[in-house]
């Protein structure tokens, strides 16, 4: 299993990031007060060759913005945060993302964009998890 909790970023690809931690989850990285579409932050990981199911964890709210979670630049995974109401520890699942070639991967989790109701771009969550199914 790759492991990411939001402080581990290796860089910010743009925003400010802040340490949020409350009582009814251990919530992740909160972009700055005026958070803004591409905002993310990457982190370095080796990855064998095969195949990977992917877990992110956070909240979805009517602030949230839709997430693309990328592995060298290709998108794996997309995910519309925008909820009416509050869910903390809500799970995005991913299946059969395949790695073709082993090594160090850059993985991003950036903001891109957000739903017609949202009313920001704010990405709260937990943690991210690949894997390897086969």
């Known amino acids: 299993m790759i492991h990411f909790s939001p402080w581990q970023y290796d860089s910010v690809i743009q925003g400010a990031v802040s340490w949020a931690g409350t009582s009814d989850q251990n919530r992740g990285i909160l972009w700055s007060d005026t958070p803004a579409d591409a905002d993310g932050v990457a982190f370095k990981a ?23 979670i990328k592995i060298d630049g290709i998108t794996v995974s997309t995910w519309d945060k925008y909820a009416a109401g509050e ?21 991003r989790v950036v903001v891109d964009g957000k739903n017609g109701s949202s009313s920001g771009y704010q990405n709260t969550w937990n943690y991210i998890a690949f894997y390897q199914t086969a």
């Open 87 to 107: 869910t903390n520890n809500a799970v995005k699942t991913e299946t059969g993302i395949i790695i073709e070639n082993a090594g160090v991967k850059e993985i």
């Open 46 to 68: 080796y990855m064998p060759d095969g195949t990977y199911t992917m877990k992110m964890v956070g909240t979805t709210k009517s602030n949230q913005g839709i997430v693309k």
